[in-house]
């Protein structure tokens, strides 16, 4: 079993409501990162990370937390194309920064922790 095999298992073994909270905890964690232009490659290592936790977690969700989990995955996708880019502009980190904060705390509110 590959480290990915191991991340994957252990991930699964939480229910969703937990899952939905781990990828919250990434996103707030690239939020918090990209403050620092030090933090480049734990960023980029936890938006990859955040894109498999969705894949992980979509077929458990509800048809409508599905579609948002992949708008989601979809911006995540975008960031790691233009990450070059957006890392070496401190307006469009700063803006990818916020972004993140708000998918974390949408995607906190719909695991139902906060209940």
Do not use: C
């Amino acid at each position: 079993m590959n480290n990915q095999e191991a991340i994957r298992d252990r991930y699964l073994r939480d229910p969703l409501p937990i899952r939905l909270g781990g990828l919250a905890a990434n996103l707030a964690r690239v939020e918090s990162f990209s403050n620092h232009p030090d933090h480049r490659d734990v960023v980029e290592r936890l938006v990859e990370e955040s894109k498999y936790f969705i894949e992980w977690t979509a077929l458990d969700a509800s048809l409508n937390l599905q579609a948002e989990l992949v708008e989601l995955q979809r911006h995540l996708a975008q960031w790691q194309y233009h990450w070059v880019d957006i890392w070496a502009d401190p307006r469009r980190r700063a803006t990818v920064a916020q972004q993140a904060g708000v998918w974390s705390k949408k995607i906190l509110e719909r695991s139902g922790l906060l209940d």
